[in-house]
Nanobody
Framework: VQLQASGGGLVQAGGFLRLSCAASDRTFSSFAMGWFRQAPGKEREFVAAINWSGGFTYYADSVKGRFIISRDNAKNTVYLQMNSLKPEDTAVHYC?????????????????????WGQGTLVTVSS
């Protein structure tokens, strides 16, 4: 499967961006999807996840109330709406596909549970 992330860019603090991640495979609607990010010199960290049906979403505390994850299974695409951006949101953002089909748990924070990754899109927030 190929995951193509897009939508990153340079924005001022307080601004917004919408990331998209398009999947090439037909099984997209059967798998949870997640967004992770990695800032320079830091480890990759969990941002948000959405279950296979779109009925359950989960966020890191650092983005809760500012970011919204959604998906359109008809378009094989997952989105990350990022509002009220802060300089500390600056990072390469990656989309990823969960390893387990129809995963129904509530733990999405481990990157090792995601088996396919996009190439990443850079988000830069200036102060």
């Amino acid at each position: 499967v190929q995951l193509q992330a897009s939508g990153g860019g340079l924005v001022q603090a307080g601004g917004f961006l919408r990331l998209s991640c398009a999947a090439s495979d037909r099984t997209f609607s059967s798998f949870a999807m997640g967004w992770f990010r990695q800032a320079p010199g830091k480890e990759r960290e969990f941002v948000a996840a959405i279950n296979w049906s779109g009925g359950f979403t989960y966020y890191a505390d650092s983005v809760k109330g500012r970011f919204i994850i959604s998906r359109d299974n008809a378009k094989n695409t997952v989105y990350l709406q990022m509002n009220s951006l802060k300089p500390e949101d600056t990072a390469v953002h990656y989309c990823a596909k969960h390893r387990r089909r129809y995963y129904s748990g509530d733990n999405y924070e481990s990157a090792t549970d995601f088996g396919s990754w996009g190439q990443g899109t850079l988000v830069t927030v200036s102060s």
